[in-house]
């Protein structure tokens, strides 16, 4: 572990809820033989004193944005996911951090669309590509339920409502976006691989 330089950071700080400069204490590296490289920095707020862990990975293109991982941080994504989709559900989750509920829900629309996409579905409506998926048995009859019922995906198409989504709207999608590409980029991968060993 090496000590902290005093570097600055600007983040959501998890106690004050709003954005902070955070000074940096130490930080840890990791560089497995295989899989990505992985950073975990440990930061205190200036303003309110908390401490607050951020985790970077870098996949040979450099080191990704910092996400905060403790207190109620953001869990990272597989590495399964490809990377496309985990910098879509990423922006939806900044936009989360930033209290922007509606466009977080956009951009849960746009992850799904895009995991839907990647498995030959393309229909206009994202409920369409899903109800295709499960058809398919892409994704299970409770995913596609789950789905059916936030009020927030059906209105994913960036159409105006006149209405905002909110915060419990917001959460709920993204918890959403991350059970499907689990499921579709983790589990059934291993359940595939497992399959063919048998």
Same mark, same amino acid.
């Given at each position: 572990?090496?000590?902290?330089?005093? %570097?600055?950071?600007? @983040?959501?700080?998890?106690? $004050?809820? +709003?954005?902070?400069?955070?000074?940096?204490?130490? $930080?840890?590296?990791?560089?497995?033989?295989?899989?990505?490289?992985?950073? *975990?920095? @440990? *930061?205190? $707020? =200036?303003?309110?004193?908390?401490?607050?862990?951020?985790?970077?990975?870098?996949?040979?293109?450099?080191?990704?944005?910092?996400? +905060?991982?403790?207190? =109620?941080?953001?869990?990272?994504?597989?590495?399964? *996911?490809?990377?496309?989709?985990? =910098?879509?559900?990423? &922006?939806? +989750?900044? $936009?989360? =951090?930033?209290?922007?509920?509606?466009?977080?829900?956009?951009?849960?629309? %746009?992850?799904?669309?895009?995991?839907? /996409?990647?498995?030959?579905?393309?229909?206009?409506?994202?409920?369409?590509?899903? &109800?295709?998926? %499960?058809?398919?048995? !892409?994704?299970?009859? +409770?995913?596609?339920?789950?789905?059916?019922? !936030? %009020?927030?995906?059906?209105?994913?198409?960036?159409?105006?409502?006149?209405?905002?989504?909110?915060?419990?709207? /917001?959460?709920? /999608?993204?918890?959403?976006?991350?059970?499907?590409?689990?499921?579709?980029?983790?589990?059934?991968?291993?359940?595939?691989?497992?399959?063919? @060993?048998?």
């Amino acid at each position: 572990m090496t000590e902290g330089d005093g %570097r600055k950071h600007f @983040l959501l700080c998890s106690t $004050c809820q +709003r954005s902070v400069n955070a000074t940096e204490r130490g $930080c840890v590296e990791d560089h497995p033989e295989s899989g990505p490289s992985t950073r *975990v920095t @440990l *930061v205190r $707020c =200036d303003l309110c004193g908390t401490a607050l862990l951020l985790a970077q990975e870098d996949h040979g293109d450099g080191w990704d944005e910092m996400v +905060r991982v403790w207190p =109620d941080g953001a869990r990272h994504l597989s590495t399964e *996911v490809p990377k496309p989709l985990q =910098d879509e559900h990423n &922006e939806a +989750r900044r $936009c989360f =951090d930033a209290k922007a509920y509606t466009a977080t829900a956009v951009m849960v629309g %746009r992850t799904l669309e895009g995991m839907c /996409a990647q498995h030959g579905v393309h229909d206009k409506v994202l409920m369409k590509s899903l &109800e295709k998926m %499960r058809d398919k048995g !892409l994704i299970d009859q +409770r995913l596609f339920d789950w789905a059916t019922e !936030l %009020r927030s995906l059906r209105n994913a198409g960036a159409h105006f409502t006149g209405g905002q989504e909110t915060r419990q709207d /917001a959460a709920d /999608a993204l918890a959403l976006s991350e059970r499907m590409l689990d499921y579709m980029y983790v589990l059934t991968m291993k359940f595939d691989a497992r399959k063919v @060993l048998e």
